[in-house]
C-alpha cells in the first residue's frame, strides 16, 4: 500500500513560472514532511520540510504547503529556474522516510 | 564537504557472489538509514540502525541480507548470494537524531548482477 503519492510523473514548466508538485499521504500519524531533490547518478538532497502542526513553510523560492484535512501537501517554486529540473520526492516522516515515487520537473527556457 | 561517504559508487557481482556497501555518515551523526530504490521508483527504506545496535529492519528482506553499524568504522550493508532482483541503487542516509531532522543521502551505490 502507498502511504505517499506523487501523482504526476512529470511536469514541465516554462522557466520565471510558479511549478507546483503535489504529494497525498494516507497516514494521518505523519509529523514531519520533507521534500527532496535528486539528480540522476547522485544522492537526494533536502530542500525543505514541514511539521504537521503548521500549514505552510517558506524557505527562498521554495514554499511548502500542508493541509491536514486533505492530507495532502505541495511544493511551489517561483520563480522556476533550468537548475531546478530534477526529480522530486516527497518524503513523510515516521523516523524512517516513506517516499512517493517522484515527479520529474523540466523546466523549458 | 563531510558529508555522507558511500563506496564504492558502482559494483558488479556475479550470482551467488557477496556485495558489501560501505556508508560513512556525517561527522557526529549517530543514526543510519538503508534505502533501495529500483528504476522508475521512489526510495524503499530497508533498515535504521544506531551505533551498533538495528532499531528496525522492517523493510530489509530476512534472508541474504544484513547490516550494521560497528562502533568504530563505517556502516555496511551486505548481501550474501545476489540474485538479479538485487540490482538497484541503494542510498546510505545519516541524521543527528530521528525527530525529523532530515536525513543527509550519500549518492549512492549502484549494484549490478551479472
Known amino acids: 500500500d502507498q502511504q505517499v503519492k506523487q501523482n504526476s510523473p512529470s511536469l514541465s514548466v516554462q522557466e520565471g513560472r510558479i511549478s507546483i508538485l503535489n504529494c497525498d499521504y494516507t497516514?494521518?500519524?505523519?509529523?514531519?514532511f520533507l521534500w527532496y531533490k535528486k539528480y540522476p547518478a547522485e544522492g537526494p538532497t533536502f530542500l525543505i520540510s514541514?511539521?504537521?502542526i503548521k500549514d505552510k513553510n517558506e524557505d527562498g523560492r521554495f514554499t511548502v504547503f500542508l493541509n491536514k484535512s486533505a492530507k495532502h501537501l505541495s511544493l511551489h517554486i517561483v520563480p522556476s529556474q533550468p537548475g531546478d529540473s530534477a526529480v522530486y520526492f516527497c518524503a513523510a516522516s515516521d523516523y524512517q522516510l516513506i517516499w512517493g515515487a517522484g515527479t520529474k520537473l523540466i523546466i523549458k527556457p | 564537504n563531510a558529508g555522507v561517504m558511500q563506496n564504492p559508487r558502482h559494483l558488479v557481482r556475479r550470482r551467488g557472489q557477496e556485495a558489501r556497501l560501505r556508508c560513512s555518515p556525517v561527522?557526529?551523526?549517530?543514526?543510519v538509514y538503508w534505502y533501495r530504490q529500483l528504476p522508475e521508483e521512489g526510495l524503499k527504506f530497508m533498515v535504521y540502525?544506531?551505533?551498533?545496535?538495528?532499531?528496525?529492519e522492517s523493510g530489509m528482506p530476512k534472508e541474504r541480507f544484513s547490516a550494521e553499524f560497528p562502533k568504530e568504522g563505517p556502516s555496511i550493508l551486505r548481501i550474501q548470494q545476489v540474485v538479479r532482483g538485487d540490482s538497484a541503487a541503494y542510498f546510505c542516509a545519516s541524521s543527528v537524531d530521528s525527530s525529523g531532522q532530515p536525513q543527509h543521502f550519500g549518492d549512492g551505490t549502484r549494484l549490478s548482477i551479472l
Open positions: 514541514i511539521s504537521s
Open positions: 561527522k557526529g551523526h549517530s543514526h
Open positions: 540502525l544506531q551505533k551498533e545496535n538495528i532499531i528496525d
Open positions: 497516514n494521518s500519524m505523519f509529523d514531519y
